[in-house]
C-alpha cells in the first residue's frame, strides 16, 4: 500500500509523525528541521527539489512526470532522470525571494504527466494533486492542525475516523452522485481538497484553500483543437516511452482493439519494443478481438518487437470471481469488483514478461466526447447546426420531442436543478430532463427510506452553497464525468499497483486540450470520437479509424453474476449497508437473483459498497501501513 503525508511547519507535527511510524516513515524534512512528508513510497515515485529554504516535493512515478531539475535532492536514492528544470528553479526562486506559494501555479499548469506536489517555504505548506482528479488530496484536523493526505483512509486510522454513512448513500445513486456529492470522503471528518485545488497551511496548522486550474474556454475547431490534442498526448506517451526505455525496459499497453487504447499503442510502438495485451471475453457481440489482431499486424516495430500477450478462454476469469476474497485496500468502494480478477490476470500475464509500467486507455471515453449537455448551449448560439444535431441524438438516444424541447428550454440555474433532483429521487427517469447539468439523479429500488433521506439531505445542502464546475451545462457535466471516471482509476490503482497504469488520457494536459476543443466538434451524434480518429489521422491507419463500434461484456457480466451468485448472496445476507438502514436487503436480493439491464450499473455499484464495507475496518496506525 503506497501513501504519503503532509504535515505542517509546526511543533506538533513530531508527535503525529511519531503516530503514523515514526522515522521508519520519515521522507522529507521542513528546512525547520520538522516532519514534513511521511509515508510509504518507492524512492523512485520522490524528488525533492531545493532553492534556499525553499523545497518542493514531486511524487509520482518517474515516468509520469515530466518536472525535474539538475541536483534535485534525491530522496532515499532516487534515480530521476532530469528534464529541463528553467521553469521549475525559476518559479523556486520566486517563491525564496517573495512569500507567495501561489506561484506554484504557472508550474502545475505547465508540468506534464501526473504527480502531487507539495510545497515547503516560509514556514508554509501548501499541496495539490491533479485537475482531473486522478490524483486526489484529503485533509483532516488532528492535534489542532491541518494534516493532508493521498489517502482518505490513511487519515481515517491517523484520526480515529469511522465511515461516512451519508457518503455511503451517496454511492448508491444510479448514474453516480453528482458534482461536488462526487468527492465526498467515505469517512467522518476527511475532506477531500477539491480537484484543481489546493491547501495552504500555516505554522499554526490553519489551511486556505484555493483554486490553481480553470477549465479551459471551449472554443477551438476540430482542425486546431485535434493538433492540440494530438501534441498533448504524443507527449504524454513519450515520456512514459523515453523513462522506460531510459530503464532498458519493455513497456506494456492494453490493445483491446478499441480507439483509444489502439492510439496509444501506435503513439509509443515507434520508439520502443511494445508489449501488448488483449483479454478476449466470452460476449459474441465483442469484437474487440478482431481489431486487436488487425491493429497488431500494422503496428511499426524498433526493430525488437515486444511480445503479443492474449488472454482467453479458460486464462479470463469469470466476473466477480474476485468476490469471494478481501481486495487490496481502498480508501472508497471500488466498482472494479465485477472485473478484478480479469485485471489480476492481466498484471499477472505482464508481470511474466518483465513489465514495470504499461499504458491503458481508461479515460479516453469520457475526455474525448462531450456529453448532450452542450446542445443547450448550442441551440443558442448556432440553432441550425443545435437542430441537426438534436436530431441525431434523438434517433440514438430515443428521446421524445417534448422532453427534449424542456431540455433545451430548461434555464434553471445548477443549485436549482439539485433540489429539484432531490424532489425526484424516487420518480421515473422521464420525470427529469434527459440531459442538461447531468443525468437524472436517482435511487435504486433497493435503496431504503433513510438512503433517500440523507442522499436529499446532500443534495439540497450543495444546492445553497455550490456553483457548477463550468456555466456552460454541456462543460460542466463532461468535467464531472472525467472526475469521476478518475475517481475509478484512482481506486483501480491503489488495488493494482504491479505493473503500474499510466494513464494518459487523464494527464492534465490533455483534459485541457480535449476540453477546449468545441463540444459540438466532441458530441456530434454523426461520427464516432471524431476528436480522436482526426488527431490520429497521421499515427493510425486509416482502416483501424474507422471502425464505429464497441466491445461489449454485457454476456459476461451476467454469466459473471450466476457463477458467482452465492458469494454475492453472503454479501447481501450479511449485508453493512442493511445495517446502516441505506438498502432493503430482500429487493437487493431479488435484483440480484433476476438482473435487469436498466438497473445493472446500480447493483454493480452497490454489490461493491457491500464488499468494500465487509473489508475497509481500518486497522490502529501500529500495524504496518505497507
Not at 518517474?62 to 532515499?76: F, H, I, K, L, Q
Not at 463532461?478 to 475517481?487: E, F, G, I, K, P
Amino acid at each position: 500500500m503506497y501513501w504519503f503525508v503532509a504535515l505542517p511547519d509546526c511543533p506538533v507535527s513530531r508527535p503525529i509523525l511519531e503516530e503514523l511510524g515514526g522515522s521508519g516513515v520519515l521522507i522529507a524534512d521542513h528546512a525547520s528541521g520538522r516532519p514534513w512528508l511521511a509515508g510509504r513510497l518507492p524512492a523512485t515515485w520522490v524528488r525533492i527539489h531545493t532553492e534556499g529554504a525553499v523545497r518542493l516535493a514531486v511524487l509520482g512515478r518517474t515516468a509520469e512526470v515530466n518536472v525535474c531539475a539538475p541536483g534535485a535532492m534525491r530522496a532515499r536514492g532516487t534515480d530521476a532522470r532530469e528534464d529541463d528544470s528553467a521553469p521549475l528553479l525559476s518559479a523556486l526562486g520566486r517563491i525564496r525571494d517573495l512569500p507567495d506559494l501561489n506561484d506554484l501555479d504557472a508550474l502545475a499548469a505547465s508540468a506534464r504527466g501526473s504527480c502531487h506536489m507539495v510545497l515547503s517555504a516560509h514556514g508554509k505548506s501548501r499541496a495539490q494533486g491533479t485537475a482531473s482528479g486522478l490524483r486526489r488530496l484529503y485533509r483532516a484536523r488532528h492535534h489542532g492542525v491541518t494534516v493532508l493526505a493521498d489517502r482518505a483512509d490513511v487519515l481515517a486510522r491517523l484520526t480515529g475516523a469511522s465511515v461516512e454513512t451519508r457518503a455511503l448513500a451517496a454511492q448508491l445513486l444510479v448514474a453516480g452522485p453528482p458534482s461536488p456529492l462526487d468527492e465526498l470522503s467515505c469517512w467522518t471528518g476527511i475532506e477531500a481538497v477539491p480537484s484543481g485545488s489546493a491547501v495552504t497551511v500555516d505554522h499554526q496548522g490553519d489551511q486556505r484553500l484555493r483554486s490553481w486550474w480553470q477549465l479551459p474556454a471551449a472554443e477551438a475547431p476540430l482542425k486546431q483543437g485535434s493538433l492540440t490534442v494530438a501534441e498533448a498526448l504524443s507527449a504524454a506517451v513519450d515520456d512514459r516511452v523515453r523513462a522506460e526505455r531510459y530503464q532498458e525496459r519493455t513497456l506494456g499497453c492494453d490493445l483491446s482493439g478499441g480507439l483509444d487504447s489502439t492510439s496509444l499503442a501506435f503513439l509509443a510502438a515507434p520508439s520502443c519494443p511494445l508489449a501488448t495485451l488483449t483479454v478476449q471475453y466470452t460476449d459474441a457481440a465483442n469484437d474487440d478481438p478482431l481489431w486487436a489482431a488487425r491493429a497488431r499486424q500494422l503496428l511499426p516495430s524498433v526493430g525488437t518487437e515486444g511480445p503479443s500477450l492474449f488472454l482467453a478462454g479458460g486464462h479470463v476469469p469469470a466476473q466477480y470471481a474476485a468476490a469471494g476474497s478481501a481486495p487490496s485496500p481502498t480508501d472508497a468502494p471500488s466498482p472494479l469488483l465485477r472485473g478484478r480478477a480479469v485485471l489480476d490476470a492481466g498484471a499477472a500475464e505482464y508481470t511474466r514478461h518483465g513489465i514495470s509500467l504499461h499504458l491503458a486507455g481508461h479515460g479516453g471515453d469520457e475526455v474525448l466526447q462531450a456529453t448532450p449537455g452542450y446542445l443547450h448551449g448550442l441551440v443558442r448560439r448556432q440553432p441550425a447546426q443545435a437542430v441537426r444535431h438534436m436530431r441525431g441524438h434523438r434517433a440514438r438516444r430515443h428521446w421524445s420531442l417534448g422532453s427534449t424541447l424542456r431540455a433545451l428550454t430548461d434555464s434553471r440555474p445548477y443549485g436549482r436543478w439539485l433540489a429539484d433532483e432531490a424532489r425526484l429521487l424516487r420518480a421515473p427517469e422521464r420525470a427529469s430532463a434527459p440531459f442538461g447539468w447531468g443525468e437524472p439523479v436517482r435511487l435504486p429500488p433497493w435503496a431504503g427510506p433513510e438512503a433517500e433521506t440523507l442522499v436529499a439531505g446532500l443534495l439540497n445542502e450543495a444546492a445553497d452553497s455550490n456553483q457548477p464546475l463550468s456555466a456552460d451545462r454541456g462543460q460542466h457535466h463532461s468535467l464531472h464525468r472525467v472526475r469521476s471516471a478518475a475517481q475509478i482509476y484512482r481506486l483501480m490503482r491503489q488495488e493494482l499497483h504491479t505493473p503500474w497504469v499510466a494513464l494518459p488520457f487523464l494527464d492534465d494536459r490533455v483534459v485541457e486540450a480535449c476540453l477546449a476543443v468545441r463540444p459540438s466538434h466532441r458530441g456530434t451524434p454523426y461520427a464516432y470520437k471524431q476528436l480522436l480518429t482526426t488527431a490520429m489521422r497521421s499515427t493510425v491507419p486509416g482502416e483501424l479509424l474507422a471502425r464505429t463500434t464497441k466491445g461489449s461484456t454485457d454476456t459476461d457480466f451476467y454469466d459473471g453474476l450466476r457463477a458467482h451468485r452465492g458469494a454475492l448472496a453472503a454479501l447481501v445476507d450479511r449485508s453493512e449497508l442493511a445495517a446502516r438502514g441505506l438498502i432493503e436487503p430482500a429487493a437487493l436480493r431479488r435484483a440480484l437473483l433476476v438482473p435487469a439491464p436498466h438497473t445493472s450499473t446500480a447493483l454493480e455499484d452497490t454489490l461493491a459498497c457491500e464488499h468494500w464495507l465487509l473489508h475497509c475496518v481500518p486497522e490502529p496506525l501500529s500495524t504496518d501501513l505497507s
